[in-house]
């Protein structure tokens, strides 16, 4: 037997819908500070409005207040577990903060209940990219491409990197050909692209690919730097140093094109030089950890270890979770004698990236 709500339960129903609907427009346009306030009258009067509370979730996602967002979308779901959208919600707001596992499971939920959501495909499927689980996430991202309205841009980087993962240049090659045929005007693949072949040292494959990033998208200040890099690689320090300056020229004073330029530096043994252009990115960003490393690998070419220990800690202030940086101390601190000191760093490093040769290298080198 179904219950027919009152007329006054059904006037308080429709004037809630009301409210939650101008509440949802107001969100909709970006005027966030109105929209929360009419979200927060609504659950004055209903607490319980599963609707509301995962709008104001979302609503405090935005906001970078991550906690009470979660806490919203959570008890939305707690009322009315049917929603797909709202695990969907849930699922994103996990994945931003690395929690991957959860997220996981969010998104498992969102297609249990409508299977049909194309981000969701998308999403777990570089969530079990990011799980190294690979053969999962080539399976759900290949499956991915035949949900309609899916973002086949995202699939594609997602495949790119399953490739440098597996080590398959030659997978490699194929899912760029069909990427860049996919999306020719997408800065972002063709980003991808490069950077992942230069993973396998393919530094002249990879020029081009840098070069139509920065068409597309000329404020990708990352495609100038890689770019430059690649061409360091292949000993054209002259033209990678100009592509850098050009970029300053046109972007103005950036961190990351100072940094590169004191990379190139000491690509070319000129370590003094690119002492000074790491300290340029520095007082621009006091807190930016590598360049306070490549100070530290200068000093380190010029003998002076234990000053270079000194910065490589600064570094590790700023960001204890950078491998290169733990590999790079941990040869200095070798090098000085704390070879027991230097294993702790090596293995630190193996955790957080455990195919990094470098490390293994210098770890074998360490128990000799």
């Known amino acids: 037997m179904t219950h027919t709500p009152s ?16 509440a949802m427009r107001l969100h909709q346009k970006g005027r966030l500070d109105e929209a929360e306030r009419r979200y927060a009258r609504i659950l004055e009067t209903d607490p319980n409005h599963a609707d509301t509370l995962h709008l104001l979730g979302v609503l405090k996602s935005q906001r970078g207040q991550r906690e009470e967002a979660e806490t919203l979308v959570r008890n939305a779901i707690a009322i009315d577990p049917t929603h797909p959208i709202y695990h969907l919600n849930l699922g994103t707001m996990l994945m931003e903060t690395q929690r991957f596992e959860d997220a996981l499971a969010a998104f498992d939920a969102t297609l249990e209940l409508d299977h049909k959501i194309a981000k969701a495909h998308t999403f777990r499927g570089n969530i079990l990219l990011k799980l190294g689980r690979l053969s999962e996430a080539e399976k759900q991202l290949t499956h991915a491409l035949t949900i309609p309205g899916v973002d086949t841009a995202l699939i594609y980087r997602g495949m790119i990197e399953i490739c440098v993962q597996q080590e398959d240049a030659t997978r490699l090659r194929a899912v760029i050909s069909e990427a860049v045929e996919k999306h020719p005007h997408d800065a972002q693949i063709h980003y991808d692209a490069a950077s992942a072949l230069r993973v396998f040292n393919f530094h002249e494959d990879a020029l081009p690919f840098f070069d139509k990033a920065v068409e597309l998208d000329p404020s990708l200040i990352s495609a100038y730097c890689n770019g430059a890099l690649a ?28 940094l590169a330029l004191s990379m190139i530096a000491y690509d070319r043994k000129e370590l003094q030089e690119s002492i000074d252009w790491a300290e340029k990115a520095i007082a621009l960003r006091p807190d930016y950890a590598d360049a306070y490393g490549a100070i530290a690998r200068a000093f380190s070419g010029n003998g002076m270890y234990k000053d270079a220990i000194a910065i490589y800690n600064k570094a590790l202030e700023i960001d204890p979770d950078a491998p290169t940086t733990l590999v790079n101390a941990g040869s200095a601190l070798y090098t000085v ?20 040769d470098m490390a293994y290298w210098n770890l074998s080198l360490s128990l000799l």
Do not use: V, W
């Not at 007329?7 to 101008?22: G, M, V, Y």
């Not at 054209?236 to 970029?247: C, G, H, S, T």
């Not at 027991?340 to 630190?348: D, M, T």
């Open 7 to 22: 007329a006054p339960a059904l006037q308080e129903n429709t004037e809630i819908a009301s409210r939650f609907d101008r």
């Open 231 to 258: 061409l360091s690689n292949l000993d054209r320090y002259d033209e990678a140093k100009n592509i850098l300056l050009q970029a300053l020229r046109r972007r103005g004073d950036i961190p990351e094109l100072f």
């Open 337 to 356: 004698g704390f070879a027991e000191k230097s294993l702790e760093f090596y293995a630190r490093a193996l955790t957080l990236k455990p195919n990094m």
